[in-house]
């Protein structure tokens, strides 16, 4: 079994501030760990995964994560916040092959000029 | 190419009509997979086609019946739909054993009146 917990629903930030997106997991096998971005009416789009490899993971426009499993977390960061980075953003765990992905609740992002 | 593309965008149809969303990569990928997303929350897993055969359905009403005609192609009929199934509907493709991850299209916006 595996589950994902988001654990905020909105997260408001300055435009220029750093972005904090807070994820916890649990699963039996080795996961692994993605974070997915929706902008309003798209599809999703994969930011970064971790994939037991490094620890540390470096994803698109500007964001990271790391993987710990001693805290069982996948916070998604981001050293400054762009106003185009509004959005709503998912983490996820699969034990992956064509295992199915369990999808956290979602963070909305709200970036402010 | 590295897209999942979905046609149409937007759909709007009546409660006795019947429709076909469309699906389609070129990545090779042998996983094709449906989800449902409502406003405000995570994808919900519909389908899962696994080398053109069907193999999860995650008791889905008949009114949505999956058709993968190939590799490269999915489709989602539609019939006596209610307004109730008015959703984003997202297809996504991935590869195994790696741990890629999904690629998803944009989805299509369907309102049932």
């Known amino acids: ?113 | 190419d590295t897209e999942v593309t979905q046609t149409p965008k937007h759909l709007v149809m009546g409660m006795t009509n019947k429709k076909s969303l469309k699906c389609e990569q070129h990545m090779g990928h042998r996983a094709m997979y449906w989800y449902k997303q409502k406003a405000k929350k995570p994808p919900e897993l519909m389908f899962v086609y696994s080398y053109e055969k069907l193999s999860i359905n995650e008791s889905v009403p008949s009114r949505f019946s999956p058709e993968c005609p190939n590799s490269s192609l999915l489709n989602l009929h539609l019939h006596a739909l209610q307004p109730e199934d008015s959703a984003l509907y997202l297809c996504a493709s991935s590869q195994e054993g790696q741990n890629y991850g999904y690629t998803f299209g944009s989805g299509t916006r369907l309102t049932v009146v």
């Open chain 1, 1 to 113: 079994a595996q589950s994902v917990t988001q654990l905020d629903s909105h997260v408001s930030v300055s435009e220029g501030t750093p972005v904090l997106l807070r994820c916890n997991y649990s699963s039996s096998y080795s996961p692994s760990l993605f974070w997915y971005v929706q902008h309003p009416n798209k599809g999703l789009q994969l930011l970064l995964k971790y994939t037991s490899a490094a620890t540390l993971v470096k994803g698109i426009n500007g964001f990271e994560a790391e993987f710990k499993k001693s805290e069982t977390s996948f916070h998604l960061t981001k050293p400054s916040a762009h106003m185009s980075d509004a959005a709503e953003y998912f983490c996820v765990v699969t034990r992956g092959g064509y295992s199915t992905l369990t999808f956290g609740k979602g963070t909305m992002l709200l970036v402010s000029p």
